[in-house]
């Protein structure tokens, strides 16, 4: 059965630390990964990632995958408040077309 | 513009009502998705347009009909929905080949069913 798997599930921080979610998937024929940031409502793109071993960035945000052990970490250092929501991870898959599936995300609290 | 746009934000029908979600990009992509999230779910992809054209259909019930009349819109047309179809149903759009998925989500739409 395809899967991807994100933890933790949860994760209570004060501003200033630095995070690691983490997200593992089992799936077929595997093309890309992607990290989404869901506030109260739709979710944002972070990242797509394709290539083991080539760290995305952006600010306090970065992402890498690891195809061999099959998962990816996104890192945020210098956490605020205003990062406060669910981070989900989605894998693209399939043959002739296309799959996606989401995990469950981590919810993450900023306190100040 | 580089948003994705989605009428109304909330709806409320009966089992035997019919209505229509819309959504609506400015930004040239062409490929265009709905996804159904059940509240502390992650979504639930439900089909993709591809070039107006649909490429996935992921056993969605008939009672849920999507349609694509050009690049820019994309409709989900509700018939005889029931009470656990409640959801926020969620519009994508991308850029296309191999930005498949560098998705651009609209704000949702609340589906309630009674």
């Known amino acids: 059965e395809d899967k991807v798997v994100q933890s933790p599930l949860s994760l209570v921080v004060h501003e200033g630390d630095t995070v690691t979610l983490n997200c593992s998937y089992e799936?077929?024929?595997?093309?890309?990964l992607l990290w989404y940031k869901q506030e109260k409502k739709a979710p944002t793109f972070l990242f797509m990632l394709?290539?083991?071993?080539i760290e995305k960035k952006s600010g306090r945000l970065s992402s890498i995958l690891d195809k061999k052990e099959l998962f990816s970490i996104l890192n945020i250092t210098a956490t605020q408040t205003g990062d406060s929501a669910v981070y989900l991870c989605?894998?693209?898959?399939?043959?002739?077309?296309?799959?996606?599936?989401f995990g469950t995300g981590t919810l993450l609290a900023v306190q100040p | 513009d580089t948003e994705v746009t989605q009428t109304p934000k909330h709806l409320v029908m009966g089992m035997t009502n019919k209505k229509s979600l819309k959504c609506e990009q400015h930004?040239?992509?062409?490929?265009m998705y709905w996804y159904k999230q059940k509240a502390k779910k992650p979504p639930e992809l439900m089909f993709v347009?591809?070039?107006?054209?649909?490429?996935i259909n992921e056993s969605v019930p008939s009672r849920f009909s999507p349609e694509c009349p050009n690049s820019s819109l994309l409709n989900l047309h509700l018939h005889a929905l029931q009470p656990e179809d409640s959801a926020l149903y969620l519009c994508?759009?991308?850029?296309?080949?191999?930005?498949?998925?560098?998705?651009?989500f609209g704000p949702g739409t609340r589906l309630t069913v009674t």
């Open positions: 347009y591809s070039y107006e054209k649909l490429s």
């Open positions: 930004m040239g992509h062409r490929a």
């Open positions: 799936v077929t024929n595997f093309r890309s």
């Open positions: 394709t290539s083991s071993g």
């Open positions: 994508a759009s991308s850029p296309g080949p191999f930005r498949e998925y560098e998705q651009y």
């Open positions: 989605a894998v693209v898959y399939g043959g002739a077309t296309n799959k996606l599936i």
